[in-house]
């Protein structure tokens, strides 16, 4: 806010000015009283001045608050003007009792727009029968109570019935604040608890201003005085702090009864018994009695009429409003009726998000090609968007939403009449291509859909271009049955998707179908595997590079099936990762290489250490670490003993449960290795981070060592910066005498490799490398 110093300095100069007025005032200084009094008025109109610019709902309020504190600063200045220069009685000038009215008035107006903006669930002409009502009976009162017991006569005189118009105006803006008040809707807010006190002081000070002039007994510059100041200071501090913490307005009407219509007959009741009381006290006389009780009754008359009317419009409104809506109703059922069923039909056809037809039209569609005359061929495209699933995860499924359906208007624009596209669910999609000539026509379409999904998708503030993975199948020449094309290009898809996140396409051959079923038997012979009958650990040394001397195995896991025979583990590793069966795999492992080094060590008093592979599903795991202690502590196995050889792939995930599971293997006492170590995204950034204690440089560097320059420097480079960082190195895949002293040369710590021994069982293990030592 460019106003904020103006602000700040108008307000303290406020609050210097207003005190010394006070001061002036406590020590009877009329002069120092009448030049104070217009200065802190005007400052208070200036401070609510200037926040008018900074605020809305508070604006219109704020511009009658400042010409109530200006006129009232005009007024005070007039007074200081025919009182200290002109030596003139400033009482016997109209026009200043006409200007101290004016406040007056922008009260009352401020209070009834307030209640007109803020509760238009009001009856308006229940308000006014309110106001006046309570107007005129507090005026009656208080001449019946104050003036006339003060023997103070009517008069057609200007002050008097400027006087009276005080009182009225006093009277109006009470009556006013009880109804905001004690209305059902009243929220106080902390500017609006400042005018309403500050008005509120002001009106009970006019009434005993009032009372004072009327008497003749009106002293300027008197303690009355200092009240009225302080209710423009009240005004200005109330806009100030509405500037900087606006408050909402407003109030929405609703078709009930309004608020303000209740039924008074109880209240009047309960007031006229008051009057009784009062009269029977000698409190007034029996004319005060009859003028109360009068106007109580008249207004009861006047409320009841009032809400009788109401009620009826009500009604009338209500019935009037259900019969349109039930006729509308009939309307609309009548026309719902009459699209139910075509709606129906494109609903059960058409997927909702993109428009495009869906997977229950697809089954369709291609049970009616298949038994076409017309259709001598087509191709069935199965398309999957690469990596849509992070979109979902990092943006909302919302903006997920928007992207597919902005891909289905692109499909529906590509569709035509030997083209047609479907969503098949999820980010999966199909494209039919009916009579097709030759398989380039199917590649120029794969390659289309290709420029589709390429093209970037801009959905503010984010812009996204997808890739897809499309496999297919033909028909008639890969199968004639709808589920075996469908199933045949969907393993096309996969084989593509698994090997590549990049645009590509397969169509669907023989051997695709051996490897799926391939993969799909290894699945269920691993879900049925007997791991103590058909499992088993070979062992691989590990020697030490400088005196050859064994350090310790690598435990490597085989699966001898005793119909299948030897299964690799590349075959069966990843299936067993990817359907979570690596977990109990992995507790098998660890618990047999626990058992095995345990006995080796304590039979030949040695100090070995096994390796053990991690799979990056037993990393995220987080039982993992307090699994792998407690089987330590129960299996008795020194934590020395243990290395656990983790991939690149898992310490390159940045995040804060990674971190914490390296640390928690490191207390436990385990060693840890980065296995495949420079082929991969080696970093610095996660060596310096994670507790590591060994790096295992990859095969396929070593395979080169002796034959590629770029191979012996990226070795001897990862050799120098473990050295660097204190941290042991491991050859593996070692085969040749050479390799082994280039290594040596480089001075790489542990060598494992053909070199030394291939993994064997542990009897065999025992023999050739624990009995020989």
């Excluded at 840890?672 to 590591?692: A, M, V």
Aim: glycine fraction near 4%; charged fraction near 20%.
């Amino acid at each position: 806010m460019l106003n904020q110093p103006k602000k700040t300095f108008i307000l303290y100069s406020l609050l210097l000015f207003f005190v010394l007025y006070f001061i002036s005032i406590l020590f009877h200084n009329d002069l120092w009283g009448n030049i104070l009094s217009p200065i802190v008025a005007f400052l208070s109109s200036a401070l609510i001045f200037i926040s008018i610019k900074d605020t809305k709902n508070y604006k219109s309020y704020a511009i009658l608050f400042f010409l109530s504190c200006f006129i009232w600063g005009a007024a005070d200045l007039l007074w200081l003007i025919f009182d200290e220069l002109l030596f003139i009685n400033p009482e016997s000038i109209p026009l200043i009792d006409a200007l101290y009215v004016i406040p007056n008035i922008c009260f009352a107006i401020f209070l009834t727009k307030y209640i007109c903006k803020n509760h238009v669930n009001w009856n308006t002409y229940q308000l006014f029968i309110d106001i006046f009502a309570f107007c005129i009976l507090g005026a009656v009162l208080l001449w019946s109570f104050i003036f006339s017991k003060s023997n103070i006569q009517f008069k057609l005189e200007f002050d008097f019935i400027l006087i009276m118009i005080y009182i009225f105006l006093d009277f109006y803006i009470m009556v006013e604040i009880s109804l905001i008040i004690f209305s059902k809707s009243f929220r106080v807010s902390i500017s609006l608890a400042l005018v309403l006190l500050g008005i509120l002081i002001y009106a009970l000070s006019d009434f005993y201003y009032a009372y004072l002039s009327l008497k003749n007994a009106y002293v300027p510059n008197t303690l009355i005085d200092i009240i009225y100041m302080l209710c423009n200071v009240l005004f200005s501090f109330a806009t100030l702090y509405e500037t900087n913490h606006p408050t909402p307005h407003g109030e929405k009407a609703g078709n009930e009864l309004c608020e303000n219509l209740k039924k008074p007959k109880k209240t009047v009741f309960l007031v006229i018994l008051i009057f009784c009381l009062l009269y029977y006290f000698d409190v007034f006389d029996l004319n005060t009695l009859i003028k109360s009780v009068g106007i109580c009754i008249l207004y009861w008359v006047l409320s009841t009429n009032i809400r009788a009317n109401m009620l009826d419009r009500l009604l009338l409104k209500t019935e009037k409003e259900t019969n349109e809506y039930l006729e509308k109703l009939i309307a609309d059922r009548t026309q719902e009726l009459n699209l139910a069923n075509r709606h129906l039909k494109e609903i059960s056809n058409t997927d909702a998000l993109t428009g495009l037809f869906n997977r229950r039209y697809f089954i369709h569609y291609l049970d009616s090609l298949i038994s076409s005359e017309r259709i001598k061929n087509f191709a069935l495209l199965y398309i999957d968007t690469n990596r849509f699933k992070p979109i979902n995860d990092s943006y909302g499924h919302e903006i997920g939403d928007k992207v597919l359906y902005t891909l289905g208007n692109r499909f529906s624009e590509y569709s035509s009449s030997s083209r047609t596209a479907f969503r098949i669910g999820g980010d999966e999609f199909a494209v039919i291509i009916e009579n097709y000539t030759d398989k380039s026509e199917i590649t120029f379409n794969a390659n289309k859909i290709f420029e589709i999904l390429q093209l970037p998708i801009s959905i503010p503030p984010y812009s996204f271009t997808l890739t897809a993975s499309i496999g297919i199948s033909l028909y008639p020449s890969d199968a004639k049955e709808k589920n075996l094309l469908i199933r045949y290009a969907d393993i096309a898809m996969y084989e593509v998707k698994s090997k590549s996140f990049q645009n590509s396409y397969l169509f669907f051959d023989k051997l695709l179908l051996e490897k799926s079923n391939k993969k799909y038997e290894t699945e269920v012979l691993l879900q049925n595997a007997d791991y103590d009958k058909e499992f088993v650990l070979y062992y691989q040394p590990q020697y030490n590079t400088d005196n050859k001397s064994l350090i310790g195995m690598e435990a490597l896991i085989r699966w001898i099936h005793p119909q299948k025979g030897f299964i690799p583990p590349s075959d069966f590793i990843p299936i067993a990762e990817e359907t979570g069966l690596i977990i109990q795999i992995g507790e098998w492992v660890v618990e047999k290489a626990f058992s095995q080094i345990k006995e080796w060590n304590q039979t030949y008093s040695m100090n070995l250490k096994m390796s053990i592979n991690i799979s990056p599903i037993q990393v995220k795991n987080t039982d993992f670490v307090d699994w792998l202690w407690k089987k330590m502590q129960h299996e008795k196995v020194n934590p020395e003993w243990i290395d656990l050889e983790i991939t690149e792939s898992v310490a390159m995930i940045s995040n804060a449960s990674i971190e914490n599971i390296f640390d928690m293997l490191n207390d436990i006492g385990v060693s840890i290795s980065i296995d495949d170590f420079g082929t991969g995204y080696s970093s610095l950034s996660y060596i310096r981070k994670y507790n590591i204690d060994r790096l295992k440089i990859a095969k396929e560097l070593i395979d080169n060592i002796a034959h590629d320059e770029n191979s012996l420097l990226i070795v001897q480079a990862i050799i120098m910066m473990a050295k660097g960082m204190k941290l042991k190195t491991i050859s593996e895949g070692v085969e040749e005498d050479d390799q082994l002293e280039i290594l040596k040369r480089l001075e790489c710590d542990e060598i494992q490799g053909y070199i030394f021994g291939r993994p064997v069982p542990s009897d065999e293990f025992e023999k050739l490398h624990l009995n020989k030592k």
